[in-house]
């Protein structure tokens, strides 16, 4: 029987590169399977998907050596049009590629292009809202879907022209826990009930690796290798927490689900302290950016406050994304702005940043840029602009500043990092940034070269990596020196080592005295990084704790470690592996 897809000593070379994106790929995936490709960020995921219905190198130009069959068609002689009864394509951004209003709609489109008679494209449409669980929002606007509602829509709307092969990028990059669920239940009814053969990019191996039949690994030189899960997985360069903590502990074979783990883990929890050992602050000791001056904020707290909002309302139309949200953020400190896709987070950090719209309420920015504060007399302790009791200066609102003085105050990151560049190299956007900031020549280069060292500056920003476009734009907002740095879904497109990376840039602005939010879905960086976490639910907070409680209390935010070790409250591997060393290095130490 001949496999569904099948890569035979397949090179793909890009134009003006010296090393090919893929070397000599010899690769079988049969029908019915769920193959998830895995990978550095960079390493060629894409170009493995892109190459499997023809896209490479028909529309990305380069040369393709060797031979990829789908279902016996060959993609030297047949191009992406000539497959699309056979294979259905489904991108990182859903939204991106809808052409029609309504759920209804949008499952006829593909079907229409096909020229199906009417009778079958409505005998489809229904099968497919019944296969996907989306009957009742067959009329609805896909505007105001949730996301997981729009991935499946999305899925649906090639699912229509019966594929015989799915292809999907990215499917819960953007999507909040519960949405990943749902999508990934639909596409593991596909594989078991339709046999349809689903290849799957994904960086957050944690949600998908326990549905996977076969493990494809592309590394960063091309080569690729599979394998079943367990194997694969006990030697890739990119692994989840579950796996991490299996190899730590090791268990053999390695568990892939959270039941699995939990049944290894009994000795493990039996001999960790009922405590996990606090991090030593040298994460934090180096800061990344010079520290800032931070006035006291004015909610009563006698601890430092960064930026204080109350009472914020945003409405979009009838909707109402904000809901008389009030928020306070503290310098040196590191929150997480969790909840389902729809709840109001991008909604509300756009307001805290001044240009999105508020409706009403107020905000106030009460830390001071360092390029703004002169710091006190080393000697005397004094302030350079006048005695110790002078008075810190009046709070302001980012929403009543210019473009200028509003970046100099709150730096944003949104999730489309790459829609803040717009010139030919890194090199100029560097350049760009200390010119429009007023900073030294050179200032933002420092910044990238500590967030991501190593990229070329003449390196066209649209040719870099998610992560190294968003350590890019994350040091163009820090070359004008702002004490609020807010970051919205800043995780998608990373792989593991950049998201630690990511990590440790992000606690070194808190250390620098930089107060720091960020929205995000995915819970096992939370865990990592945050200090502090607030809840989201249809415009207004449900919750707001330290990472440990909050996390802990929610089987949906919950990171794998957590699951696995509860009731401990352990949320990460490094959380586990400190504590044991210490326990073993030293028995009387908590």
Request: negative net charge.
């Amino acid at each position: 029987m001949n496999p569904a897809i099948r890569f035979d000593q397949v090179t793909v070379t890009y134009a003006g590169e010296a090393t090919p994106a893929l070397r000599e790929v010899d690769l079988a995936i049969e029908e019915g399977e769920l193959a998830l490709v895995v990978g550095r960020t960079g390493s060629g995921k894409s170009t493995l998907l892109g190459a499997v219905n023809g896209n490479v190198p028909h529309f990305t130009g380069g040369t393709l050596a060797g031979r990829v069959t789908v279902c016996g068609r060959d993609t030297r002689t047949h191009r992406p049009r000539d497959l699309a009864d056979l294979v259905g394509v489904v991108g990182q951004d859903p939204v991106a590629g809808f052409v029609t209003d309504t759920v209804e709609e949008e499952l006829a489109y593909g079907m229409e292009q096909l020229a199906l008679p009417p009778e079958v494209m409505r005998k489809r449409v229904e099968e497919t809202l019944d296969l996907l669980g989306i009957a009742d929002l067959r009329a609805k606007p896909l505007a105001q879907l949730s996301g997981g509602q729009q991935q499946r829509v999305a899925i649906g709307s090639v699912l229509t022209a019966h594929p015989r092969v799915l292809i999907l990028d990215e499917p819960t990059s953007a999507l909040d826990p519960t949405g990943a669920e749902e999508v990934l239940a639909a596409i593991t009814r596909l594989v078991h009930d339709l046999g349809v053969t689903v290849v799957l990019a994904e960086h957050r191996i944690e949600r998908v690796i326990q549905y996977a039949d076969l493990i494809v690994h592309v590394s960063p030189s091309g080569v690729v290798t599979s394998g079943l899960p367990a194997a694969m997985m006990a030697t890739s360069d990119v692994a989840p927490p579950i796996v991490e903590l299996g190899r730590y502990a090791g268990w053999s074979p390695l568990p892939l689900s959270v039941r699995d783990a939990r049944r290894a883990a009994a000795p493990l929890r039996a001999a960790l302290p009922a405590v996990p050992r606090p991090a030593l602050a040298t994460s934090r000791s180096v800061p990344i950016v010079p520290a800032v001056t931070v006035t006291t904020g004015t909610i009563g707290s006698d601890r430092d406050g960064g930026l204080v909002a109350r009472d914020v309302v945003v409405r979009h139309g009838d909707l109402v994304a904000v809901a008389g949200v009030s928020l306070t953020l503290y310098a040196g400190e590191v929150t997480a702005l969790m909840g389902r896709n729809g709840a109001g987070k991008s909604s509300l950090m756009w307001a805290l940043q001044g240009t999105g719209s508020r409706t009403s309420g107020r905000v106030a920015v009460t830390a001071t840029p360092h390029s703004q504060s002169p710091g006190p007399d080393r000697r005397t302790g004094a302030s350079a602009s006048g005695p110790p009791s002078d008075p810190p200066p009046a709070p302001l609102d980012p929403a009543d500043l210019s473009a200028a003085d509003r970046r100099r105050l709150v730096g944003l990151v949104p999730q489309s990092a790459s829609d803040l560049l717009y010139l030919d190299s890194v090199e100029q956007e560097c350049a760009q940034a200390d010119r429009e900031s007023h900073a030294a020549a050179g200032t933002c280069a420092a910044h990238l070269e500590r967030l991501a060292p190593g990229i070329p500056p003449d390196r066209h920003p649209r040719d870099l990596s998610e992560g190294q476009r968003l350590a890019l734009v994350l040091a163009i907002q820090l070359t004008a020196d702002p004490p609020i740095v807010l970051l919205d879904e800043p995780t998608r497109g990373l792989d593991y080592a950049a998201k630690s990376a990511l990590a440790s840039a992000l606690s070194e602005l808190a250390a620098g005295g930089r107060t720091v939010l960020l929205s995000t879905h995915d819970v096992e960086f939370v865990a990592t990084v945050a200090d502090r976490v607030v809840v989201m639910a249809e415009g207004d907070i449900v919750a707001d704790g330290p990472t440990t409680e909050v996390v802990v209390a929610s089987p949906a935010f919950a990171p794998q470690v957590a699951k696995i070790l509860a009731p401990l409250p352990y949320l990460t591997v490094d959380d586990v592996r400190r504590t044991q060393t210490a326990t073993d290095t030293s028995p009387t130490e908590p």
